[in-house]
């Protein structure tokens, strides 16, 4: 019984990044739902980045109220932008993508991502190239197979390949009626709203990174980041939305969508990631993205009746590789990095060690010296007897003899 505890304990990483993957790939489905049934996406935004704030900054609160830093005006800026960023824009333009193309290409082009944050860190000085090592030319092979991919997702169609479809159609059943397909001028439109999402999220990456350190309080940051784009996107859409309808939430998809898609993705996830991330590091995450991309292929392909064609699965597989690659130079970058450390600390604490010896034994001679004199001005004023004070120099030289022993042993020690 304990060795089944002891294997459920070391898989539970892996069992809640599976769940989380799960959990992805359904919040596109929801979208998907949401927008064939007619609901406007600036709308599904605003609402989803207000549950994921009513949900996380309870939470915020009472896990880091004792731990939290004292806000700034830099660190309050730096949300902004992560709620600008990550939330509103990255989300705004995957939807755009969503709608004009279908949930599988989105999600595949969302793989672009670590090849966008690498391009940007090493344009921003964050990065550097290092043609000379191998990790340096991996990342920059993967960058490259995963454009490679987006451009063969993009622009080559290919041969439509039949899965199979279950008896029921999640669309009908939600009352409308699927979307025609995309055409060229839609999958390029569509694509480059893709390429959108990902370099705002890649911005917000490297936004965050920075204010982690000014900042270093998960939760909260989320909840600022969260309230941030919850703002943002309410603005951006009574902007461009008037109609009060659209904001109405009844009993029906709309209500699931972004309930599903705050509390569920933007709220439990995060936590759910950030705990995995804590025990194995981002890269054990970041592995498990494609695996995503894999259930929404196979739930659009079933269930909402999508077309999956040869030159998208092509693509598809092009940025999985590209992505595993980018990440396998990383994590040599990460080894490389973490190797010098050890080099360096050993020697230090051996210096302290000899340090605080010597400190250790010049003192017990300093104090050993103090004690001898005060008990030889003891004895003798108070003992004038002869014999006393001859057994008191016996006592104390017996002292200095063992002392002298002990300290010989530290040394040795």
């Known amino acids: 019984m304990k060795n089944v505890c002891n294997v459920v304990q070391a898989l539970k990483p892996t069992l809640l990044m599976l769940l989380v993957q799960v ?93 966008i944050t690498f391009i940007l860190a090493v344009c921003f000085g964050l990065e550097r190239l290092n043609l000379r090592t191998t990790s340096g030319k991996a990342k920059i092979l993967g960058t490259l197979i995963g454009i490679s991919g ?40 569509g694509s480059l709203c893709a390429l959108a999402s990902g370099v705002s999220y890649a911005l917000w990456l490297i936004i965050q990174a920075k204010m982690i350190e000014r900042y270093p309080s998960p939760y909260s940051s989320t909840a600022l980041m969260s309230l941030w784009g919850a703002l943002v996107s309410i603005v951006f859409a009574l902007c461009l939305e008037r109609d009060w309808s659209q904001w109405r939430l009844g009993w ?23 705990w995995c991330i804590r025990m ?11 695996l995503m991309l894999v259930l929404v292929a196979l739930a659009s392909s079933t269930m909402l009746k999508e ?28 080894k490389r990095k973490n ?42 004023g108070n003992h004038e007897d002869g014999d006393v004070e001859h057994d008191s120099h016996v006592h104390s030289e017996g002292n200095e003899g063992t002392e002298e022993e002990n300290s010989s042993n530290v040394l040795g020690a």
């Not at 009513?54 to 830099?74: G, H, N, V, Y």
């Not at 194995?280 to 494609?290: E, T």
């Open 339 to 380: 190797q010098l450390v050890p080099a360096h600390n050993p020697h230090e604490d051996e210096s302290n060690k000899v340090e605080v010896v010597v400190r250790c034994e010049g003192e017990d001679k300093s104090s050993q010296k103090k004690r001898h004199e005060n008990g030889e001005k003891t004895v003798r």
């Open 23 to 115: 959990a992805f790939a359904g919040v596109n489905i929801f979208y998907k739902l949401a927008v064939n049934d007619g609901m406007n996406l600036r709308i599904i935004v605003a609402y989803r980045f207000l549950f994921a704030a009513i949900f996380i900054a309870p939470l915020a609160f009472i896990l880091e109220r004792k731990k939290r830093t004292k806000m700034s005006w830099t660190i309050l800026f730096q949300s902004f932008l992560c709620g600008l960023f990550g939330g509103s824009l990255a989300q705004n333009f995957y939807l755009q993508a969503l709608s004009l193309t279908s949930a599988t290409f989105a999600s595949a082009m969302a793989n672009l991502v670590p090849g």
């Open 280 to 290: 194995r590091g981002p890269l054990f995450a970041s592995v498990f993205n494609p």
């Open 150 to 189: 987006a451009m063969v997702l993009t622009f080559v169609k290919g041969e439509h390949i039949k899965i199979g479809t279950f008896h029921f159609n999640l669309l009908h059943q939600n009352g409308a009626h699927p979307q025609p397909q995309a055409t060229g001028a839609k999958t390029v439109l």
């Open 307 to 334: 077309k999956l064609h040869l030159g998208c699965i092509i693509g598809a597989v092009l940025i999985v590789c590209g992505l595993y690659v980018v990440l396998w130079g990383k994590s040599e970058e990460m």
């Open 252 to 274: 029906n998809i709309r209500l699931w969508t972004a309930a599903y898609s705050g509390i569920v993705v933007s709220g439990i996830m995060v936590v759910v990631i950030s």
